[in-house]
Structure formats: structure tokens, C-alpha cells
């Protein structure tokens, strides 16, 4: 299950109190205050883990939550910090808080999100909710006047809060089509990822990264986004779940069908594809884009290949067949020039 969004409830651990103690000793039997403090609460800890590709973890436990501090104790002992909570998150993961009201016409309970953090460093640890400090022991509040105080301050209470979480996966390109388009197939060939392939629509159903490498220094990440349908851009078939994972991509991709053999248009289906691009985000659809005409092994290719050149003259078009992996040499020259980087 394949989960990319989702609210979760944070709390990190409350402080301990402070100790109320006064020293028994052989020779002191009435010695002074001697009340450790308490310890620490833990800290709510989010770790960037790129092994984790899904939020499937916090759908079966929502509850991100920390130990509680230890109470002080006596003889100025401090009481143990509480553990730390460490939740492991995959990279691209953006954080919201949820702020909760209600709508003044109705009366009905409404949530607002509050952007938090956006997750992207391999390894980063970050502190979602702090733990609460230790409240102070009794020797603290001894005075020449107040030479037995019985005064101890509670440790405080964590942070507290319920979150959003979501996921927008991480790559340089992203290739972006119709269902059946060949998308999966062609990031088979280009990298070592291998998501599902068959001939029916939506055979892909959550968004797959493959790694392109070029040489032994340099590479690119490539993302399989699951098909869009026309009215993407308003969530239907999902299109806010699907689109919202090609948002970090430096260059999009459209594969598209040159043959027509789902009995669809190559032209219509890139202007339909653009227009999708354009109502989600006038961000992303400046993002530089090309053509992939996909399946060229197969009839009636050639002759939309012509009609896709002539109506996209200024746009980089690769006839490529994903299926024989004809025109992949080009294809990964422009994306080495284009968006590869070093391998640290």
C-alpha cells in the first residue's frame, strides 16, 4: 500500500518535576535542601532516510510521541531525559501544521495548514516537537531567610500538535503521459528501477524513481508519475495525488503515444497534457519541457511523428521506442547534458 499523504499527532515528553529533599546523614541529620531537578523530555525527531519511499508506517500508527522525563531525586541527583521519539520520513517530504477552527456561517469545524518544513537532505534530523525542560529540585530555592524550602518547580510539557504530512517524490525529470503511454517500459530501459508493466490503463498507481547513471561520477533521477487523464488539475482520477510528485522536477518529460494505437491523438494529447500542466501550477508548466514520441516501432508513427514536429517547432522532440529500446543514446545525451549531477 502506497501511502502520500497523511495527519499524524506529535507530542514530545513533559519534563520531570523537581525533587523536594533534604540530606539524612549519619553525622547530618538535618541537613540542607539537596532536591535534583528533573530530566528532559524527549524530542519528537523526524529522520530523512532515502530506504523509505512511503508514509505507510504512520497509517497504522498516527502517534508520533516521546518519552517523558525523569523526576529528580535526592543527594542534587537529576532525573534521566527522556528517549527521544525517532520517526524515520522519506526524502521530499513536506511538513504543515494543522491550525483547527470553525467557520463562523456554519459552525462547522474547518482545518487551515500551516507550512512547517520541506524535508529533502539525505540523513537531516528534524525536530518536529522539543521535549520540555526539567522543572528545578528544592536546592535551588534555599535563601538565608528560607533555609528548608519545600518549593520544587513540575517540569513542562512538550510541544503538541497534529500535522500534515506529504509526500512529493524527488527527481530531476519526470515523465509525464496518458495511461498506457509507455512511461514504465522507458524508465526500465533508462534506469535500474522496475515498476509494473502491462498493457492496461493506470497499471501504475504510485509515482517510481529510477536512477539514469552515465558514468561512474554522474547520474540523474528519473520518475515514473502515474498517468494523468483530462481534468487532472481539478483531481479527477486522482490528478492532485499524481501531479503534486512532479513538482521538484527540473525537466518534465511527455511521453506520448506517436502510433496512436489506444486510438488517441499525439497532438491532442501533449496540448491536453500542457493545458493539465498549466491549470495546477504556472510554475511548473515554466519548467523547460520536451517531447518523447514514444512506440515508433510501431505503423502510422512515422506519419505523427511529422504532424508532432510541425506543430512543435521550437520544442525538442526524440523518437524513441521504449518497447525496443530504439533512440535511447539521444535521449540519455540530453538528459547527461541536461540535469545530471555528480555523485558526491
Not at 16 to 34: E, N, Q, T
Not at 308 to 317: G, S, W
Request: aromatic residues 6%; negative net charge.
Amino acid at each position: 500500500m502506497f501511502v502520500d499523504q497523511i495527519k499524524v499527532h506529535a507530542r514530545a515528553g513533559k519534563g520531570g518535576d523537581g525533587s523536594v529533599h533534604f540530606h539524612r546523614g549519619k553525622y547530618r541529620p538535618k541537613g540542607g535542601p539537596d532536591g535534583g531537578d528533573g530530566g528532559r523530555g524527549g524530542d519528537v525527531i523526524l529522520k530523512v532516510d532515502p530506504s523509505t519511499d512511503s508514509l505507510r508506517n504512520f497509517f497504522f500508527n498516527a502517534k508520533l510521541h516521546a518519552k517523558d522525563g525523569q523526576g529528580g531525586m535526592g543527594e542534587q541527583r537529576t532525573g534521566k531525559s527522556g528517549e527521544h521519539g525517532i520517526f524515520r520520513v522519506p526524502p521530499g517530504l513536506v511538513i504543515s501544521r494543522i491550525i483547527e477552527g470553525f467557520d463562523p456561517e456554519t459552525g462547522e469545524p474547518t482545518e487551515e495548514f500551516e507550512p512547517v518544513a520541506d524535508l529533502t537532505e539525505v540523513g537531516l534530523e528534524y525536530v518536529l516537537c522539543k521535549g520540555g525542560r526539567g522543572g528545578k529540585g528544592n536546592q535551588h530555592f534555599k535563601s538565608p531567610t528560607n533555609q528548608t524550602p519545600m518549593e520544587a518547580t513540575a517540569g513542562e510539557d512538550g510541544e503538541e500538535g497534529r500535522f500534515h504530512f506529504e509526500l512529493r517524490s524527488i527527481a530531476d525529470a519526470g515523465l509525464v503521459g496518458f495511461p498506457n503511454a509507455g512511461k514504465s517500459t522507458l524508465l526500465t530501459k533508462l534506469s535500474h528501477a522496475k515498476p509494473k508493466v502491462a498493457n492496461y490503463p493506470f497499471t501504475t498507481l504510485q509515482p517510481h524513481v529510477g536512477v539514469v547513471e552515465f558514468t561512474d561520477t554522474r547520474r540523474a533521477t528519473v520518475a515514473d508519475i502515474p498517468g494523468l487523464i483530462e481534468g487532472a488539475h481539478a483531481n479527477v482520477g486522482l490528478g492532485h495525488d499524481f501531479l503534486r510528485h512532479i513538482m521538484r522536477c527540473r525537466v518534465l518529460l511527455f511521453v506520448v503515444d506517436t502510433a496512436g494505437s489506444e486510438a488517441r491523438d499525439p497532438i491532442n494529447d501533449i496540448e491536453t497534457l500542457r493545458t493539465e500542466i498549466k491549470l495546477y501550477s504556472s510554475e511548473l508548466a515554466k519548467r523547460p519541457w520536451c517531447i518523447l514520441a514514444n512506440k515508433m516501432d510501431l505503423p502510422e508513427s512515422e506519419e505523427n511523428l511529422a504532424r508532432l514536429k510541425e506543430r512543435f517547432k521550437r520544442i525538442k522532440i526524440f523518437p524513441i521506442s521504449a518497447n525496443e529500446g530504439d533512440g535511447m543514446e539521444k535521449l540519455m545525451g540530453y538528459l547527461d547534458k541536461t540535469i545530471a549531477q555528480d555523485i558526491e
